[in-house]
């Protein structure tokens, strides 16, 4: 009897155990495939073992992981979320956290609650994929006051995997940046006001200045002077006439004598005996010889021709004209006394 149970329950022990290894053995492919390495800025492993951050740390991705697959079911690989993920599901790979250099390495990965309702699509049955993690630590980064929970001043999350996410500035440089960029701000507003201000004064002066500018005067010519007026005739001329008048006086026995000129004087070239107060004083009386009939006719005609020949010179030639015409009245009036 105790053979025969022997030669039962052995197989079944034998299965037993081969099945566990082999669950055993799949679940360490899937930790190995689907761990996530973070590191914290400035921070040490003594430090984070002495202020028990770990188990802190498990807390608040714990919680943040079933408010991220609450939200995100097909993510993670869930058709409901029956059990809530705790800090005992979150666990970390041997041999972490690392220090290196001044910063610190930690591994580690999430495991499935128990009798957690899985989708029968998901390729993973113990552990969440390596990428729904990475997920849920940067929205632990981003959206958590993760820090003040942990404990420290300076567990800043910069690297999840390989991705870097930053330096955060510390509390010194934010110190002095804020009141400098205020500054600079109210600096640049105070110069850009200014600048409108002044823009429109000179605006205000450019159309002042053309409302009140003289206007432009017209072209200025140059004035040209006239030339003097002179009633003296060229010496050519002046020899010509003479010539004229001498002959016009030959064979009478008698001399051209002074007649008015344009002022009210006497001129030289006139034979008439002005009735004046100096004439009368001045002049000598002389005889005046008798013109034959045929004389006469031939000096009106001479005088007609003249007369003609005057009228058609220019305006200096009209100027002797009127010496002439004196000289005709003076002959005029030597011909009346004649006759009388």
């Known amino acids: 009897m105790t053979e025969t149970k022997m030669r039962v329950f052995l197989p079944v022990l034998i299965l037993l155990v081969v099945t566990t290894l082999c669950v055993q053995g799949d679940n360490t492919t899937e930790i190995a495939e689907n761990k996530v390495e973070i590191k914290f800025y400035r921070l040490q492993v003594s430090e984070w073992d002495s202020g028990l951050m770990e188990s802190k740390f498990h ?39 690392l220090n290196d250099d001044k910063d610190m390495l930690y591994e580690f990965y ?8 899985k989708s029968s699509s998901s390729a993973l049955t113990y552990v969440l994929s390596a990428s729904v993690v990475k997920s849920i630590v940067l929205q632990l980064r981003t959206n958590t006051d993760y820090i003040s929970s942990l404990g420290c001043d300076k567990c800043y999350i910069t690297y999840i995997g390989s991705d870097f996410y930053g330096i955060p500035p510390s509390s010194l440089e934010n110190k002095i ?16 006001v200014s600048l ?31 030339p003097p007026k002179t009633t003296e005739l060229p010496d050519e001329k002046v020899q010509e006439k003479k010539a004229r008048k001498e002959k016009m006086y030959e064979g009478s026995g008698t ?26 004083t001045n002049s000598k009386p002389y005889a005046l010889q008798p013109l034959t009939q045929g004389d006469q006719e031939t000096e009106r005609k001479k005088r007609k021709k003249e007369k003609k020949k005057r009228s058609k010179k220019s305006k200096v030639d009209g100027a002797e004209n009127q010496g002439y015409m004196a000289e005709d009245e003076g002959f005029e009036k030597v011909e009346m006394k004649t006759e009388l």
Not at 68 to 97: M, R, T, W
Not at 255 to 280: E, H, I, Q
Request: one cysteine or more; aromatic letters at 6%.
């Open 59 to 97: 807390a608040l991705l714990a919680s943040e992981t079933n408010t991220y697959c609450g939200n995100n079911l097909a993510a993670c690989g869930l058709v409901g979320l029956q059990s809530e993920f705790k800090d005992s599901h979150i666990g970390k790979v041997d041999n972490s956290p």
């Open 110 to 117: 999430i495991i499935y609650p128990e009798n957690s309702n």
């Open 177 to 192: 940046i804020i009141p400098l960029a205020f500054v600079v701000l109210l600096i640049v507003i105070i110069i850009a």
């Open 196 to 226: 409108t201000l002044w823009d429109k004064r000179r605006e205000k002066e450019a159309r002042f200045q053309k409302m009140h500018k003289p206007k432009p005067k017209g072209p200025q010519y140059p004035i040209k002077q006239a």
């Open 255 to 280: 001399t051209p004598k002074k007649a008015f000129d344009r002022t009210g004087g006497a001129s030289n070239d006139s034979g008439l005996d002005v009735d004046t107060l100096d004439s009368r």
